[in-house]
């Protein structure tokens, strides 16, 4: 089986990292090469071994305006085209979209003559008329939905085409038991016994950093000491991005100085060292507005540190309540700042949280499973001869 995986950006994000996890994983049986435009995600790929091949870049909207609609056909056709170049080049049985705008190009490349195309939808999208007409054209074009939740694959109005194929984590590489929690402490000049909790996310509105601003200057208006470590930047700042971005960024430090949280409350940027980051963290937040699927999540579980995420989207498929973390309603920051300190005042609790969240990312979010799911919705497809699979297709063969 020969896949061809397609990304319509090569900037990283948390759809990226699920992608690069899935390509170490990728079982033998199946040959897979990833076309993308140049970045750091084309050098991820090729540093791990996998066959690169340029695609030009997609900016295409899923905002109504004329000229990002425009722009965005005419990228689209670009694409396409090329998808299809690739697709015979490589002997491709199935191209495989890791996001909505790729599926886009992919589809389109399957009805010009190119393979069935798999498309992975990771995010909601917005109401309107174009991302209404974008899901339209993808549920009749596309061979197979994969989506990372059930939450998403409902939203996205599918599930007579879809499967459910969970994120993965790296369970080696996010391991506490490799990592010293006390030397990485000192090096981001952390006191041993200060309450640390941090929001690992791209930097824009949906994810809540706010919100965590908000709840840290409660806490420290109650009394407890604590310091929010807020990793992560703003990823996409084009016109064509659905948030001002760059605007909310500035707007997250001025929110830290005007409620007298600047000391409280640390601006990491984009790490490298994230296992190390959490290792540092008594608690990790996502106060997320909508959370898709929540890869913060997952690799918080792996490292064995509770969280409190947001009570709208996948992570209720992921996290079980009072057992290895806690849901709490978006927008809620007095609801978030109580849930933190019941669990920081109960350091027995966070222990035994942390444990059962370790083994549940062991037994549930391995990438070998993953890996093992896709390869047989890959073989669904090709078996198919490009027809859409139905539902009962799909849950009985490809579901992890």
């Known amino acids: 089986m020969k896949a061809l995986l397609v990304n319509h950006t090569s900037t990283i994000s948390g759809g990226e990292h699920s992608l690069l996890e899935l390509l170490r994983a990728m079982p033998d049986g199946v040959d897979a090469v990833l076309a993308c435009p140049e970045g ?23 905002k109504l305006h004329p000229w990002h609609t425009a722009k965005g056909v005419s990228s689209l056709v670009s694409s396409a085209l090329a998808i299809r170049r690739l697709s015979r080049r490589h002997g491709a049985d199935v191209v495989h979209a890791n996001s909505i705008r790729a599926g886009l190009s992919a589809t389109l490349a399957s009805r010009l003559g190119g393979p069935p195309a798999v498309v ?16 339209r054209f993808l549920r009749r074009r596309a061979a197979a939905i994969v989506a990372n939740s059930s939450h998403t694959l409902q939203r996205f109005g599918s599930p007579e085409q879809g499967v459910v194929v969970h994120n993965p984590v790296d369970t080696r590489r996010f391991d506490c038991a490799r990592i010293d929690r006390a030397d990485v402490r000192r090096g981001l000049g952390l006191e041993p016994d200060r309450v640390v909790v941090g929001v690992v996310a791209q930097l824009t509105p949906w994810k809540g950093q706010d919100d965590a601003i908000r709840a840290t200057a409660l806490l420290k208006a109650s009394g407890v000491d604590v310091t929010l470590l807020l990793v992560g930047s703003a990823k996409f700042t084009t016109s064509a991005t659905r948030h001002d971005n760059i605007t909310y960024v500035e707007g997250l430090h001025e929110l830290a100085r005007s409620l007298d949280v600047e000391r409280e409350v640390r601006f990491l940027g984009e790490r490298g060292d994230i296992p190390e980051i959490l290792a540092a963290l008594d608690l990790v937040l996502l106060p997320s507005w909508e959370e898709p699927f929540g890869r913060a999540v997952i690799e918080a579980f792996a490292m064995g540190v509770p969280v409190v995420a947001t009570d709208v989207g996948g992570t209720c498929e992921i996290v079980s309540e009072g057992e290895d973390g806690l849901l709490r309603p978006p927008r809620r920051p007095d609801a978030w700042a109580d849930a933190i300190r019941g669990l920081v005042e109960a350091p027995e609790l966070l222990e ?26 890959y073989e669904r497809v090709g078996s198919a001869n490009g027809d859409r699979l139905s539902e009962v297709d799909f849950r009985m063969n490809a579901v992890r």
Not at 40 to 62: F, H, M, Q, Y
Not at 363 to 369: I, L
């Open 120 to 135: 992975h939808v990771r995010d909601c999208l917005p109401e309107g008329r174009v991302p209404a007409a974008t899901t």
């Open 40 to 62: 750091p995600l084309a050098e991820e790929a090729r540093a791990i071994g996998i066959r690169v091949e340029r695609l030009p870049k997609t900016d295409g909207s899923l």
């Open 352 to 377: 035994t949280m942390g444990g059962r969240a370790r083994q549940k990312a062991l037994q549930r979010f391995a990438p070998e499973g993953h890996g093992a799911a896709i390869q047989a919705v």
